[in-house]
């Protein structure tokens, strides 16, 4: 028996001709935030699309509470509680902040639900209030990440998935985001999938982890453990041992 709310087997998941994603399997625990490490070009983003839909993966099933959910419609896969924050965010640049929040409840009904939602996402994101009448397009990058996520919060999902939500920002605002990641998991026990380039701060946060090269994954477990691991130290965090001695320091390396 297991507690996971999202149960992806063995998918594979291809662009024409050639596989992205070759037998990729990995779980999201209830309540928990899980992550997907890797470096570019290794499949995370096809991974979290495959999930929500906007590819169909050639194998495997992605299973949501048991039901299988590969091969439906995007707003299908939403509706059934899957809300997908890509890379880059796609917000409405011209509607205004309000509206790119209310689009994502547009597919609910319950209107005073709806406003005490609304309140939840500007109280996790303060800044978006004195904006709210303002158009999206004019926003930061931060700004417009917030509105992103605030936007998947307003369609209640069960899962949320992130991809690299802190691409771009400035170091305070990649901790703003991430504290608001924290904040939804822990108050709300939103179960989240987070891709996150921040390799650090990922495992910092997120309670389980995967590293993916090459679309299959290669190391899984705890974010405890995964920090401990000389390949991850190595390759993630820009860290060496200078030397294999009991005093070895660990130095800064720049990776990319
Ligand atoms: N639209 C596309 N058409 C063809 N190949 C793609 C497309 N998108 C991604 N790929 C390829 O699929 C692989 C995985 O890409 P991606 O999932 O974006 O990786 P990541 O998010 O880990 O950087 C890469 O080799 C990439 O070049
Ligand atoms: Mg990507």
Redesign the pocket.
């Known amino acids: 028996m297991t507690s996971a709310i999202l149960d992806v087997a063995n998918i594979e998941t291809h662009?024409?001709p050639?596989a992205?994603l070759r037998g990729i399997s990995l779980a999201v625990e209830e309540g928990k935030i899980t992550t997907i490490l890797?470096?570019?070009?290794?499949?995370?983003?096809?991974?979290l699309?495959t999930i929500a839909g906007a590819l169909d993966p050639t194998r495997g099933q992605v299973r949501l509470q048991g039901q299988e959910i590969q091969g439906m419609a995007p707003d299908a896969i939403a509706r059934k509680g899957i809300a997908h924050v890509p890379?880059g965010r796609e917000i409405f640049p011209f509607l205004s902040v309000g509206q790119n929040l209310m689009m994502g409840a547009y597919a609910r009904s319950d209107r005073s639900a709806m406003a005490a939602d609304l309140d939840r996402v500007l109280s996790y994101f303060p800044r978006l209030v004195e904006l709210r009448t303002r158009a999206a397009g004019t926003l930061s990058g931060g700004e417009q990440q917030m509105v992103a996520i605030g936007r998947a919060l307003m369609s209640r999902p069960r899962v949320l998935l992130l991809?690299e939500p802190s691409l771009g920002l400035s170091p305070r605002l990649v901790k703003e985001v991430l504290d608001v990641i924290v904040r939804i998991n822990r108050d709300d026990k939103l179960s989240v999938l987070l891709?996150e380039q921040n390799v650090a701060q990922a495992l910092q946060i997120a309670h389980y982890g995967y590293v993916?090269e090459l679309?299959r994954v290669v190391m899984a477990d705890t974010c405890d453990q995964l920090r401990t691991k000389a390949d991850i130290q190595e390759f993630y965090l820009g860290m060496r041992a200078d030397d294999a001695g009991p005093n070895r320091r660990w130095k800064k390396k720049t990776w990319r």
């Open positions: 662009y024409g050639i992205a890797g470096s570019n070009g290794a499949g995370k983003t096809t991974v699309k890379e991809d891709v993916m679309g």
